[in-house]
């Protein structure tokens, strides 16, 4: 065995670790795993964009079903608002209907009124303004006389209750006169128009 000092100056310096010397470097990875590294890398990232990739569908799918629950929560809620309207309406005109099915006979009764010969000025003017003021109220209820004198029968505004022959040449079928007057609300009938036809 030799002594620290039976080495010379070289070998003792190689025998004995410096202070503050670097650890050797570990040594470069062999060319095959290399490769391995690599493959394992385009692996992680190829299952991160795949994963990356079915979120995505998965919140567009989710978009796509918020979107259509949307659209039909419109729809729905437009369909209600028409109907809405529809109920409103039909409501308002039954309420009108009713109203003026009731008048109506006070109605006729001041028109006979109105057509009954009399001395009394001021009575038959009394009854011309109430009556003229029953028209306006009906005008702007939007009630309407169905028009029948002169006119052919028609059976959906009309209630023939008499036929009789011609008198001037009318054709068959002719309304001649009108015993009671017919009333409608737009398209609906309050009351049939009451008359005589030509047979």
């Known amino acids: ?21 670097a650890p050797e470097p570990d040594a470069a990875p062999a060319p095959g795993e ?13 299952a991160q964009l795949a994963a990356a ?21 419109a729809a729905e ?7 809405s309207a529809r109920e409103q309406d039909a409501a308002f005109g039954n309420g009108v209907s009713c109203a003026v099915e009731k008048i109506l006979t006070i109605l006729d009764t001041l028109e006979m ?14 009854v011309t303004l109430t009556l003229e003021k029953a028209k306006a109220a009906f005008e702007a ?3 309407e ?16 209750v008499m036929q009789k022959a011609a008198e001037n040449g009318e054709e ?6 009108v015993f009671q007057k017919g009333y409608k609300l737009g398209d609906r009938v309050i009351r049939h128009a009451t008359v005589i036809v030509a047979e």
Do not use: C, W
């Open 113 to 126: 009124a109105e057509a009954a010969p009399t001395t009394d000025e001021n009575y038959k003017k009394g």
């Open 53 to 73: 990739k079915a979120e995505a569908e998965a919140a567009r799918a989710e978009a796509d079903q918020a979107r259509d629950r949307l659209l039909r929560t």
């Open 172 to 177: 068959s079928g002719t309304v001649l006169q």
């Open 34 to 46: 290399e490769k391995t590294e690599k493959k394992d890398k385009k692996k992680d990232l190829e």
């Open 141 to 143: 209820l939007k009630v």
């Open 77 to 83: 809620y437009d369909n209600f608002r028409k109907r």
């Open 1 to 21: 065995m030799t002594d620290e000092k039976d080495l010379r100056p070289e070998e003792a310096e190689a025998a004995t670790p410096q202070a503050g010397a």
């Open 145 to 160: 006389e169905i028009p029948a004198l002169g006119l052919p029968f028609d059976p959906a505004v009309h209630n023939a």
